[in-house]
C-alpha cells in the first residue's frame, strides 16, 4: 500500500499563475494527481519574480509548483485551441485564476467545456464573487482588506495590519483543494463533472469568522476577553490578545531581540502554577487574582507580571518551565529559526529539494500527511519539459512537435 497515491490516475489541467492556484494544484500533486502546468509560451510570470538567481526559475515560482508536468501553448492561436480541446477531454479537473471571464473569452465557457468532457471538474479561483466587487482585481492583502483580516489585525491605537500568512492567495487555494476533493468525490455517484468557484474574499471571511462571532456578541456589551478599554461598534483591533475564552499575549524574554517572546495562554488550571513559576505564589490564593473573573480586569497587569519574570530567561528556557506544568505556550519562531528547525526537517514539513538549474532549494512540504499516500516533494517542471512527453500522448508527431514551437504555438 505503501505506493499507492491517493489521487493517482487523476489528471490535472493546471492553468494557474502566481500563487493562489498553483498552491492548489501543488497539493493536488502532492496528493498523487498528474498536475500538467499549462503555460503560456512566456511562462508563468512569477519565473522571473523576485529571482535571487539570474536566469534561473525564481523561489517564487519553485515552491509553487513542485510535483507537475510543464508544457507552453499558445491558446490564442487556431492550433493552440484544437490542442487545448484535447487536454480537456483528456481531463478530470481543470483549475484556473484568471480575471473573470478570460477563459470564457477564450471561447471555453462552462457549456463549452461540459460538453467537451462530461466528467469534468472546472474549478476557478477569483477574488470575489458575483455581486459588486466581481470585476475588482484581486492580490493577496487586498483580499485580507476586504475580507475582515486587516481591520482586526494591529493594534488599538495602530493601523490595520497585513498579516504574513497569505490567508489570501494559499488560504484560497486549500478551500479550493476542498471543494476540488468534494467534487471528485460526488463524481463517483454523479458520473458527472461540476463547477468549483473559491473567492479570495470568501475564503478570508470564513478564516475570520471568529470576529463576526464578536461583532454579534458586541450588541450584548463590551468583549472582556479583549484588553481593550473601550468598545464602538465594530469589532477592534486588539494585539496578541486571543480573543478567546482564555486569556494569551506575547511576553518578551531575554535577551531582548526581535523575535525573543513566547505566547503564554492563562487557563484558570494554569494560574497556581504559573505564580510558583514567577516567583509570587501568594497570588494563586490571593482574592484579588485567583480567579479567571477577577484576572479578566486586569489582564495588561498580568501579563506584565509574567514578562517581569520571561524577560529574565531566553524563550526556548521559558518553554521547558511552562511545558513542564503544562501550561499552553509557544516561542515566536523567526523565518530563519523555521527553515533550520531540525523537527520540521524530520517531519518532511521543511525539505531540501534537488534543482536542476539552481541547486538545492528548501521549501515547505505537504502539511496533508495520509499514511497510505505518502508524498515525496519533487523539482518543480522546467518551462515546457514535458512538451514532447505530453503532446506525444496526445498523438503530435515529434515532426509537428518542431513546427508549433517554430510557429509559436508551443
Not at 508544457?71 to 478530470?92: C, H, P, Q, W, Y
Not at 485580507?144 to 490595520?160: D, K, N, R
Not at 478567546?244 to 531581540?257: E, H, I, L, N
Not at 524530520?346 to 512540504?365: K, S
Request: net charge negative.
Amino acid at each position: 500500500m505503501g505506493d499507492m497515491k491517493a489521487l493517482e490516475g487523476v489528471r490535472v489541467l493546471d492553468m494557474t499563475h502566481v500563487q493562489s492556484g498553483p498552491s492548489a494544484t501543488q497539493l493536488l500533486g502532492w496528493l498523487g494527481a498528474d498536475v500538467i502546468k499549462l503555460e503560456a509560451p512566456t511562462g508563468d510570470i512569477t519565473r522571473q519574480q523576485l529571482r535571487d538567481v539570474p536566469d534561473v526559475d525564481s523561489l517564487y515560482f519553485t515552491m509553487l509548483n513542485c510535483n507537475k508536468r510543464s508544457i507552453t501553448l499558445n491558446m490564442k492561436s487556431d492550433r493552440g485551441k484544437e490542442i487545448f480541446t484535447e487536454l480537456v477531454k483528456s481531463a478530470d479537473i481543470m483549475v484556473e485564476n484568471f480575471g473573470p471571464g478570460a477563459v470564457d473569452r477564450m471561447g471555453f465557457t462552462w457549456e463549452r467545456l461540459q460538453e467537451l468532457n462530461p466528467r469534468l471538474i472546472y474549478a476557478s479561483i477569483k477574488g470575489f464573487g458575483a455581486g459588486k466587487y466581481a470585476k475588482f482585481k484581486a492580490y493577496e492583502v487586498i483580499a485580507q482588506a476586504m475580507g475582515g483580516s486587516m481591520s482586526t489585525t494591529g493594534f488599538e491605537e495602530g493601523p490595520p495590519l497585513a498579516t504574513g500568512a497569505q490567508i489570501g492567495d494559499s488560504g484560497t487555494g486549500v478551500h479550493a483543494v476542498a471543494g476540488i476533493l468534494a467534487a471528485l468525490y460526488q463524481r463517483e455517484q454523479s458520473g458527472r463533472g461540476q463547477r468549483v468557484q473559491v473567492a479570495m474574499q470568501h475564503a478570508v471571511l470564513n478564516l475570520c469568522r471568529v470576529k463576526l462571532r464578536d461583532q454579534q456578541r458586541l450588541g450584548h456589551g463590551p468583549l472582556r476577553e479583549y484588553p481593550n478599554k473601550s468598545f464602538g461598534d465594530e469589532v477592534p483591533r486588539s494585539g496578541n490578545a486571543s480573543g478567546g475564552g482564555q486569556p494569551g499575549w506575547a511576553v518578551r524574554c531575554a535577551p531582548g531581540g526581535p523575535n525573543d517572546y513566547i505566547y503564554v495562554i492563562v487557563q484558570p488550571v494554569g494560574w497556581k502554577p504559573i505564580s510558583s513559576i514567577i516567583g509570587r505564589p501568594e497570588l494563586a490564593d490571593d482574592p484579588e487574582w485567583s480567579t479567571p473573573e477577577a484576572r479578566l480586569s486586569k489582564l495588561d497587569k498580568m501579563f506584565q507580571l509574567i514578562e517581569e519574570w520571561t524577560i529574565r530567561h531566553d524563550k526556548w528556557t521559558v518553554l521547558d518551565r511552562l511545558n513542564a506544568e503544562n501550561i499552553p505556550c509557544g516561542p515566536i519562531l523567526s523565518t530563519r529559526e523555521l527553515v533550520e528547525d531540525e523537527s520540521l526537517r524530520e517531519e518532511g514539513i521543511v525539505v531540501a529539494v534537488e534543482h536542476p538549474e539552481r541547486g538545492e532549494f528548501v521549501t515547505v512540504g505537504s502539511p496533508l500527511q495520509l499514511s497510505d499516500s505518502p508524498v515525496e516533494v519533487r523539482t518543480p517542471p522546467l518551462l515546457g519539459e514535458h512538451n514532447q512527453e505530453i503532446y506525444g500522448e496526445l498523438g503530435v508527431s515529434a515532426d509537428e512537435l518542431a513546427d508549433l514551437k517554430t510557429n509559436g504555438v508551443i
